[in-house]
């Protein structure tokens, strides 16, 4: 991360104390973008440990994913169509063999609408197999793929809090969540010759998935706190990056268990812009 840098223009001894006028803080807000078609790569690992009589059991989930992405201008914002062009995930248990997932595991696109600041309202979902749902949802996708904007103009220091809810039923089962996340503008930097503005993200998300697996009813909540930054282009008007980091704990509920068992979790996930 680098500090936005202003630069004040020295003028001769006759206009001292004039000095150029410094530059707005651009709108952060949606709006169509300068480029309409994009693809997104996305690299996601996830270790969940459970505590189960006496023994430390760990699962973890590994996968990479190129999500290609159009983009609509509607009034008061856009309206975002997302496909899964490339897939290659997998998913190892601990009393199991791996599960290996790849493109055939997800059809059809995601389509869905952003405001000014980024909310979203689903009107086509992804079709998921029922495996491949505990790494891909349309839920999770259309509300915390792009960030929470402010819609107005920040300046270096400026912060603002986004609040995300979502529930539904999808795939095998249902799933909710709450996140709270405060954004901060911290500066800008350079990256492949584009000036990207640099902001970084702290915050809560509280969930709760309930599914079939292997002819079981499986539930799980956690609470982690997450953190991390964006990669904003303002010129173009979209997001280059984001870098998301999660660490907390929950508890997972089984038929072959008495009491739900404990669990923690820890989680990166990377997606950046690739082709343009």
């Not at 949606?30 to 699962?59: C, F, K, N």
Request: charged share 15%; with cysteine; proline share 5%.
């Amino acid at each position: 991360m680098f500090a936005r840098r202003f630069l004040i223009l020295a003028l001769s001894l006759m206009f001292a104390g004039c000095r150029a006028a410094q530059p707005s803080p651009p709108r952060l807000a949606y709006g169509l973008p300068t480029l309409s078609e994009v693809t997104y790569h996305l690299g996601d690992t996830t270790t969940v440990s459970i505590s189960m009589m006496g023994q430390r059991l760990e699962l973890a989930q590994t996968g990479v994913a190129d999500y290609a992405v159009t983009f609509e201008a509607v009034p008061g914002g856009i309206v975002s169509s997302l496909s899964v062009v490339e897939l290659a995930a997998t998913i190892n248990q601990p009393m199991g063999a791996p599960i290996q997932l790849d493109r055939s595991d997800v059809s059809g696109r995601l389509v869905f609408t952003l405001d000014r600041q980024g909310n979203a309202t689903i009107s086509e979902r992804l079709v998921v197999s029922d495996v491949a749902s505990q790494m891909i949802s349309s839920l999770a996708l259309a509300h915390t793929f792009f960030p929470g904007l402010p819609g107005r103009a920040v300046a270096p220091g400026e912060s603002w809090v986004d609040t995300v809810s979502y529930e539904g039923s999808e795939g095998a089962g249902t799933r909710s969540e709450l996140s709270v996340t405060r954004y901060t503008v911290v500066g800008d930097t350079v990256v492949g010759g584009h000036s990207l503005l640099v902001i970084s993200l702290e915050g809560t998300a509280e969930s709760t998935t309930e599914m079939e697996f292997g002819g079981m009813a499986v539930k799980q909540s956690s609470n982690v706190d997450v953190s991390g930054h964006i990669l904003w282009d303002s010129q173009r008007g979209l997001m280059f990056e984001s870098v998301k980091t999660a660490t907390g704990s929950g508890t997972v509920s089984v038929p072959v268990a008495p009491v739900p068992l404990p669990i923690e979790i820890r989680s990166i996930l990377r997606v950046r812009l690739q082709r343009e």
